[in-house]
């Protein structure tokens, strides 16, 4: 009995780093930005289920594809942004049909079939939530584990079915359940073409990550870590209004120039990442400085999103947004415990 046990609680072991990116994925992504609230997760319990097996077991699967080919954080993030793709133009098709959610009653910031202001937010939102920060978090509560798959091939495989399982779960409960019957809009089907552009996009994507991952010439001495966290947490804020916007709140705003404008916020971002992160004077510190503003500046931001909410909502955020900050003190001295960093693969 007691081998048994000892067996039992190994593979617990070897299971908790995917396990605890399984989960951070939606909560990131879902559950503490707002995305998700209480009162869907009691109306369809299910809801849950389906972003862990889609957006977590995507996320471990990604994370280690790229750990068993030896890749960097740059080949990790295509891939995230290929389970956007995936997300956005082909599960749920959000970027696609036109947004249920109008503010003013009005389209805004869509053309040639893509509402392109809300696809850029979100192939942006959902790479850095659903992939990036949880696997740099997972890593840094398992810091001696930081460079294995943390999935045997039979769990992959195991994952793989799940998450093709969560993805037309997700697939039938937006676009024939929740679009009809909560928000009151057709069934929506997207023109073939589109969908055989974001398989492609999908496709290329990965192979890009595989065997073109771009490579920096010249890296930049980084900012002091309070900087970084501010500049997280300005980043964090404005993604949030550019989602606000792309629901229609300012209908009179050239929704051309607000993109352009994002696009480029977002170019100068990821180029300014990529270069501090790949100094040596890069660390631990920056690291969590970085995902402390960008997740406290996100939180603070989406409760503007809770106006005229069910108090069981706002209350849940509130908590919940709460016991995070406390995870993230602790999550601090964790990462300052050890000399990693967040870049010490090649990006």
Known sequence: MATQSTMQASGWTRAAPALLMMLLAPTFTEL????????TLIAFPPVLLMEILVWGGGAVLLRALARKLKLGWTSLALFGL????????????TSLAPLVIQLKGASWGRASG?????????????????????????????????????????MAAVLAILFVAGAVM?????????????????VFHPPWIALLVAVAAIGALFACGIAYAPTLRAAWLPARPAAVALLGGLWGVLWFLLVVLAFGI??????????AAAGIVLC?????????????AWTQRHAWCLFAGTLTGAMASSFLGFRGAALEDIVFKSVTNAIALLLVVWLGRRAAAYTGSLTTRST
């Open 32 to 39: 503490l930005l707002g995305g998700t609230r209480l009162s």
């Open 250 to 259: 300012a209908p009179q705003l050239p929704a051309p120039v607000v993109f």
């Open 170 to 186: 997700a697939w039938f409960a937006w676009t024939r359940i929740a679009r009809i019957q909560t928000f009151h809009v057709g």
């Open 82 to 93: 290929a389970l956007a793709v995936a997300e956005e133009f082909v599960i749920q098709q």
């Open 114 to 154: 893509i509402n392109y202001v809300y696809a850029l937010w979100a192939l942006a939102y959902e790479t850095v939530w659903v992939v990036l920060f949880p696997t740099w978090v997972a890593e840094t509560v398992f810091p001696d584990r930081r460079d294995g798959t943390w999935v045997s091939k039979p």
């Open 268 to 280: 100068l971002a990821v180029a300014t990442l990529a270069r501090w992160t790949a100094h040596p």
